[in-house]
């Protein structure tokens, strides 16, 4: 089997790419060289591609700290689903705001 690339691009990303591509079958591992050339883009949006939004933590670089705050959400929405305590309240509103404008997620 025979796979073809072209391009009339001499950038270096799209060197980075093809070399990539040259590189691999495995498609995991040329999403995750992709994710680290293009960033994660937006989560509610439209655009493919983008610069990323977090401000802490770079997805291609801090994946041990991102399981362990999945985990720590996920435990804390165990305990108060609905972030109903007082104690919770700041993180609600916060969330409440950033997610105002999504009306539906697709799932």
Do not use: Y
């Not at 089997?1 to 790419?17: N, P, Q, V, Y």
């Not at 070399?19 to 495995?26: A, F, S, V």
């Not at 493919?48 to 996920?74: C, F, M, N, T, Y």
Request: aromatic fraction near 6%; proline fraction near 4%; hydrophobic fraction near 40%.
């Amino acid at each position: 089997m025979f796979c073809f690339l072209l391009t009339d691009s001499r950038s270096d990303e799209a060197i980075a790419r093809a070399k990539t591509l040259t590189q691999t079958e495995d498609g995991f591992e040329i999403a995750e060289k992709d994710l680290v050339m293009r960033g994660p883009g937006e989560f509610f949006g439209v655009r493919q591609h983008g610069v990323p939004s977090l401000r802490l933590a770079d997805i291609s670089k801090h994946e041990k700290l991102l399981v362990k705050v999945r985990l720590d959400a996920e435990a804390l929405l165990k305990r108060d689903p609905e972030l109903a305590s007082p104690r919770h309240r700041a993180l609600r509103d916060r969330i409440d705001l950033l997610f105002m404008d999504v009306t539906d997620i697709g799932i």
